[in-house]
T-cell receptor
Framework: KQEVTQIPAALSVPEGENLVLNCSFT??????LQWFRQDPGKGLTSLLL?????REQTSGRLNASLDKSSGRSTLYIAASQPGDSATYLC??????????FGTGTRLKVLA | SAVISQKPSRDICQRGTSLTIQCQVD?????MFWYRQQPGQSLTLIAT?????????ESGFVIDKFPISRPNLTFSTLTVSNMSPEDSSIYLC???????FGSGTRLTVV
């Protein structure tokens, strides 16, 4: 049974700092991995999707990497801003568009 | 990408009653998914809904408690039946593009 774990559970950093969020999964037979942002009352926003054949994806200040063999992914956020404060969720799919989600990292960026 | 309208956004309900949550998609989709997020927990898949067939439920979820309808390719409902305080959660729907989710329904059962 696939299990997804995220470390740390919570993180508070000063504005401008670069930071790394970690995600690990137990079954390497994944179709893709996705990072989401969750804001209160606003559902989920997809940030980056990495197919199993890819090693990384980048969007603006965000970079996500995938090491399928070791069951790990990282989300790198450069030059963090207060607007980045949210809960970040990692999720893996086995190919049927349904996801198994991680436990989340609650990020607070202090101005 | 698809756009999902989910209603209601929040509700406070009495124990023993039922609540029906709706998701309307602006385009036709084959599969829709329903998730639950209990307080302090991550999202857990409840069921997959295909048009014209019974929903497929994940382990730990049953049709009597969470009946789902999928009358056409743009609409689905999830009913939370005979509610108890343990059903207080955020419920979200998603579609089969892998990345579009509804805005969620925050349910509080008192």
């Amino acid at each position: 049974k696939q299990e997804v774990t995220q470390i740390p559970a919570a993180l508070s950093v000063p504005e401008g700092e670069n930071l790394v969020l970690n995600c690990s999964f137990t079954d390497s037979a994944i179709y893709n991995l996705q990072w989401f942002r969750q804001d209160p009352g606003k559902g989920l926003t997809s940030l980056l999707l990495i197919q199993s054949s890819q090693r990384e994806q980048t969007s603006g200040r965000l970079n996500a990497s995938l090491d399928k063999s070791s069951g790990r992914s990282t989300l790198y956020i450069a030059a963090s801003q207060p607007g980045d404060s949210a809960t970040y969720l990692c999720a893996v799919s086995s190919g049927t568009y349904k996801y198994i989600f991680g436990t989340g990292t609650r990020l607070k960026v202090l101005a | 990408s698809a756009v999902i309208s989910q209603k209601p956004s929040r509700d406070i309900c009495q124990r023993g009653t039922s609540l029906t949550i709706q998701c309307q998609v602006d385009s036709q989709v084959t599969m829709m998914f329903w998730y639950r997020q209990q307080p302090g927990q991550s999202l857990t898949l409840i069921a997959t809904a295909n048009q014209g067939s019974e929903a497929t439920y994940e382990s730990g979820f049953v049709i009597d408690k969470f009946p789902i309808s999928r009358p056409n390719l743009t609409f689905s409902t999830l009913t939370v039946s005979n509610m108890s305080p343990e059903d207080s959660s955020i419920y979200l729907c998603s579609v089969d593009d892998g990345y579009t989710f509804g805005s969620g329904t925050r349910l509080t059962v008192v």
